[in-house]
């Protein structure tokens, strides 16, 4: 395999990632509405147990409201994790000599800047058809008309925050890599642990961050912050208002994205090997 940004193990490695957070995305989609809700909404209306809330918003909205924008979700996530992984591996390649924490660290900040700035206007666009404030059924058409609203402003709104939030899977990619390299040394990384460092990876790097997650979301809505800071002021702890829901989602959907994710790139990478050995 060529030591290159540009290369197939690397493009591999973006479609593995990219197929990988569609079917987890697709799987746990509801939660990640019920999330949404949670984070911009200020109203008492949303309080009890995830599966109480669940139940609760499909029996008065219906059963469609949890899926509400799935599609252009599913669209921009797999071009936001191309983009991510591409990056992200493609820099691992062109620095190949000593894999550490730190290096993937590094390596996932980057990879995540050029993602936001790259992807951002899509997740907006994705937040405001989710909460009903476009009327918009394509994510061209919510592109368009964001634009004609709004501006440049409009699409790129929660930009900041997004990329501190860089840190984020930074620190999901540092954590399962690192994890991934210990348990390959002993010989006892399979599937069952992908998922479990999966899982784990997300949960941390969704406790670290979740405060700026729900400005970001707050901002991407068009929803002010100040009812957010002042609440925030007299309960600190509003500032991880859905986290129970966010974990629950996030990390059920990264560990099986993980799964996937290994399982293809372990497919693909052997075809590949044994066509190179044919030759």
């Given at each position: 395999?060529?030591?290159?940004?540009?290369?197939?193990?690397?493009?591999?490695?973006a479609?593995?990632?990219?197929?990988?957070?569609?079917?987890?995305?697709?799987?746990?989609?509801?939660?990640?509405?019920?999330?949404?809700?949670?984070?911009?909404?200020?109203?008492?209306?949303?309080?009890?147990?995830?599966?109480?809330l669940l139940?609760?918003?499909?029996?008065?909205?219906?059963?469609?409201?949890?899926?509400?924008?799935?599609?252009?979700v599913?669209?921009?996530?797999?071009?936001?994790?191309?983009?991510?992984?591409?990056?992200?591996?493609?820099?691992?390649?062109?620095?190949?000599?000593?894999?550490?924490?730190?290096?993937?660290?590094?390596?996932?900040?980057?990879?995540?800047?050029?993602?936001?700035?790259?992807?951002?206007?899509?997740?907006?666009?994705?937040?405001?058809?989710?909460?009903?404030?476009?009327?918009?059924?394509?994510?061209?058409?919510?592109?368009?008309?964001?634009?004609?609203?709004?501006?440049?402003?409009?699409?790129?709104?929660?930009?900041?925050?997004?990329?501190?939030?860089?840190?984020?899977?930074?620190?999901?990619?540092?954590?399962?890599?690192?994890?991934?390299?210990?348990?390959?040394?002993?010989?006892?990384?399979?599937?069952?642990?992908?998922?479990?460092?999966?899982?784990?990876?997300?949960?941390?790097?969704?406790?670290?961050?979740?405060?700026?997650?729900?400005?970001?979301?707050?901002?991407?809505?068009?929803?002010?912050?100040?009812?957010?800071?002042?609440?925030?002021?007299?309960?600190?702890?509003v500032?991880?208002?859905?986290?129970?829901?966010?974990?629950?989602?996030?990390?059920?959907?990264?560990?099986?994205?993980?799964?996937?994710?290994?399982?293809?790139?372990?497919?693909?990478?052997?075809?590949?090997?044994?066509?190179?050995?044919?030759?």
């Open positions: 395999m060529t030591t290159s940004l540009f290369s197939y193990e690397t493009l591999v490695h479609l593995a990632g990219a197929t990988g957070s569609v079917v987890g995305m697709a799987v746990f989609y509801p939660l990640d509405t019920l999330r949404s809700r949670l984070q911009v909404e200020d109203s008492n209306k949303l309080r009890g147990s995830t599966f109480e139940v609760k918003l499909a029996a008065e909205e219906g059963l469609e409201s949890l899926y509400r924008g799935l599609s252009p599913l669209q921009s996530l797999s071009i936001s994790n191309f983009v991510y992984f591409y990056t992200f591996h493609g820099l691992r390649k062109l620095d190949s000599k000593d894999t550490t924490a730190a290096k993937d660290l590094m390596f996932g900040i980057i990879a995540g800047s050029i993602n936001v700035l790259l992807t951002s206007p899509l997740w907006v666009v994705n937040t405001r058809m989710k909460l009903e404030k476009t009327s918009c059924d394509s994510l061209v058409e919510g592109l368009i008309e964001l634009f004609r609203k709004e501006g440049a402003k409009g699409l790129w709104s929660g930009t900041l925050p997004s990329l501190l939030l860089v840190s984020n899977p930074a620190i999901q990619f540092m954590v399962y890599e690192y994890l991934k390299r210990q348990l390959k040394s002993q010989g006892s990384f399979h599937t069952l642990t992908a998922f479990i460092i999966g899982a784990i990876a997300k949960a941390v790097a969704t406790t670290l961050t979740y405060p700026l997650q729900l400005i970001q979301s707050r901002l991407r809505a068009g929803t002010s912050l100040k009812p957010l800071f002042r609440d925030m002021k007299s309960k600190p702890l500032a991880f208002r859905g986290l129970e829901v966010k974990l629950l989602q996030t990390v059920m959907t990264a560990a099986l994205m993980f799964i996937i994710y290994e399982k293809l790139i372990r497919l693909v990478l052997t075809i590949m090997r044994v066509r190179l050995a044919k030759r």
